[in-house]
T-cell receptor
Framework: QKEVEQDPGPLSVPEGAIVSLNCTYS??????FMWYRQYSRKGPELLMY????GNKEDGRFTAQVDKSSKYISLFIRDSQPSDSATYLC???????????FGPGTRLSVLP | GAGVSQSPSNKVTEKGKDVELRCDPI?????LYWYRQSLGQGLEFLIY????????KSGLPSDRFSAERTGGSVSTLTIQRTQQEDSAVYLC????????????FGPGTRLLVL
């Protein structure tokens, strides 16, 4: 079992749809959770950063962490074609130096 | 200010040759990371530099891989005697203080070993 699992997609949705992207993980020591967006042939860029459990909202994006289930989600409201990218989850422990990334979910928002 | 830059953006080499990949982190960032991203795979951690401390090399896949960071700024990742399985995108990231800080990524170097 990989340390971080993520459905690779591709996920295709119509413009305006609500998108749900998810990751599961096995290491209960993870405390910091991040979502990155990566456009084709670009480096990842940080979207959301949360600590421990709970929700965090930023514009059309909401990150949700459920540590009891070892499950994190990223919701995108009113999705736009410009949201088409690969979304990577990442996580780290309190005292670790390594960030562990999921393999990414490829999202296509169709106009 | 300027983001993380990497060079070259693309590199094609023959099996058995050595390659050097360069990373210029964001000015003032003390932490620097190298990752490898293969098609359909997540980012694979390679090496981490924090200030003047000895680097964390735990992710380097073999002794053909090495990295250095000069003056706490620019870093070079060297792959000796390249193999076809080394073909990937090599990403560099930097952060202000280290492991718990937001990482900012460069655009990557696409390496193809023929």
């Amino acid at each position: 079992q990989k340390e971080v699992e993520q459905d690779p997609g591709p996920l295709s949705v119509p413009e305006g749809a609500i998108v749900s992207l998810n990751c599961t993980y096995s290491n209960s020591a993870f405390q910091y959770f991040m979502w990155y967006r990566q456009y084709s042939r670009k480096g990842p860029e940080l979207l959301m950063y949360t600590y421990s459990s709970g929700n965090k909202e930023d514009g059309r994006f909401t990150a949700q962490v459920d540590k009891s289930s070892k499950y994190i989600s990223l919701f995108i409201r009113d999705s736009q074609p410009s949201d088409s990218a690969t979304y990577l989850c990442a996580m780290s422990t309190n005292y670790g130096q390594n960030f562990v990334f999921g393999p990414g979910t490829r999202l296509s928002v169709l106009p | 200010g300027a983001g993380v830059s990497q060079s070259p953006s693309n590199k094609v080499t023959e099996k058995g040759k050595d390659v050097e990949l360069r990373c210029d982190p964001i000015s003032g960032h003390t932490a620097l990371y190298w990752y490898r991203q293969s098609l359909g795979q997540g980012l694979e951690f390679l090496i981490y530099f924090q200030g003047n401390s000895a680097p964390d090399k735990s992710g380097l896949p073999s002794d053909r891989f090495s990295a250095e960071r000069t003056g706490g700024s620019v870093s070079t990742l060297t792959i000796q005697r390249t193999q076809q399985e080394d073909s990937a995108v090599y990403l560099c990231a930097s952060s202000f203080r280290g492991a718990l800080e937001t990482q900012y990524f460069g655009p990557g170097t696409r390496l193809l070993v023929l």
